[in-house]
């Protein structure tokens, strides 16, 4: 038992790195309303986490073929995207950074932090592994290192000021590229 749960965390802690670097570099980019939009990030990113392996588990492989042409394309692009245009501005003067304001953007970025929860959850599925304890786990993690993320990234910005927002903007770049390996390996 204490072996499986060492695992899953470790699982949660990796799965997490995503939503906590996403977090680092939105936190960043916030002038106002800190704590709450902590909360909210922490939220949807901790539900997706833990929403997207159950989903997998449910669904299964036969999805899995269905989503994976197309589901790591749309993460990569979005995180190019969105780093290049955080260093853009960064650049510019116009430091408008990640978003975490707004319900679209919230899950559209918590979404493509948790795609790799999603092939989690089908591994689990056709392991015939049970699913809600490690969701669990999953999502209470990756809650927690968004909130940790958000707030010490709005911490780091009063100090580095827009080099932070060039940072989170290198870190998103580096997440596409993470997914853009893992599509050829």
């Known amino acids: 038992m204490i072996p499986a749960l060492f695992s899953t965390f470790a699982i949660a802690v990796g799965l997490a790195m995503d939503a906590f670097s996403v977090s680092l ?4 980019a916030l002038k106002k309303d800190i704590a709450k939009t902590a909360l909210l ?21 036969p999805i899995s ?27 510019t003067g116009e430091e408008e950074g990640v978003s975490l304001i707004g319900f679209k953007v919230l899950t559209l ?3 493509a932090t948790s795609i790799d929860a999603l ?10 592994e049970a699913i809600l304890l ?21 911490k780091l910005s009063g100090v580095l000021g827009s080099k932070m927002e060039i940072f ?4 998103l770049i580096l997440i596409g590229c993470k997914f853009l390996l893992e599509i050829f390996l």
């Open 41 to 61: 990030t922490a939220l949807m990113f901790g539900f997706f986490q833990f929403a997207m392996p159950v989903l997998g588990w449910v669904v299964g492989a």
């Open 65 to 91: 073929s269905i989503i994976n042409p197309f589901g790591y394309w749309i993460v990569v692009a979005l995180f190019f995207f969105i780093g290049g245009k955080m260093i853009y501005d960064a650049v």
């Open 119 to 128: 092939a989690v959850g089908i591994s689990y599925g056709l392991l015939g």
């Open 25 to 28: 570099a939105g936190g960043a």
């Open 168 to 171: 989170g903007g290198v870190i």
């Open 109 to 111: 970025l918590a979404v």
């Open 134 to 154: 490690p969701s669990l786990i999953i999502g209470i993690v990756a809650f927690a290192f968004s909130f940790a993320g958000v707030l010490a990234g709005h």
